[in-house]
């Protein structure tokens, strides 16, 4: 199991930019693949970006190519989501996600462990 902890969401007008970390911790072993999703009231909970933590291969859902940014520090156990040109659809709460086995970049199953969740506002 990994706990993990995001930080940095809040409201931001359109256009502008907001950062969201994750910290991973209390863990035997380092997950092999960690992404972001974001759920709005609803909706079923969908990828926005993941990323392999061994090779640093990355997935970007098709709405935030060119706006999102996923990275990672392995160093410090923290993944990052810098998000550009937010738009009011980028509203959601957004999860940082962990796991060992890959079923696919955008399958759940993937991902085992999972955050509390962070609040992003866009308004227009």
């Known amino acids: 199991q990994v706990r993990l902890v995001e930080s940095g969401g809040g409201s931001v007008q359109a256009g502008g930019s907001l950062s969201l970390s994750c910290a991973a911790s209390r863990f035997t072993y380092y997950p092999d693949y960690m992404g972001w999703f974001r759920q709005v009231p609803g909706k079923e909970r969908a990828v926005v970006a993941a990323i392999s933590t061994i090779g640093g291969n990355t997935y970007y859902t098709d709405s935030v190519k060119g706006r999102f940014t996923i990275s990672q520090d392995n160093a410090k156990y923290m993944l990052y989501l810098q998000m550009n040109r937010l738009n009011p659809t980028d509203t959601a709460i957004y999860y940082c996600?962990?796991?060992?086995?890959?079923?696919?970049?955008?399958?759940?199953?993937?991902?085992?462990?999972w955050g509390q969740g962070t609040q992003v506002t866009v308004s227009s």
């Open positions: 996600a962990a796991g060992f086995r890959f079923y696919g970049w955008t399958n759940p199953t993937t991902y085992q462990n």
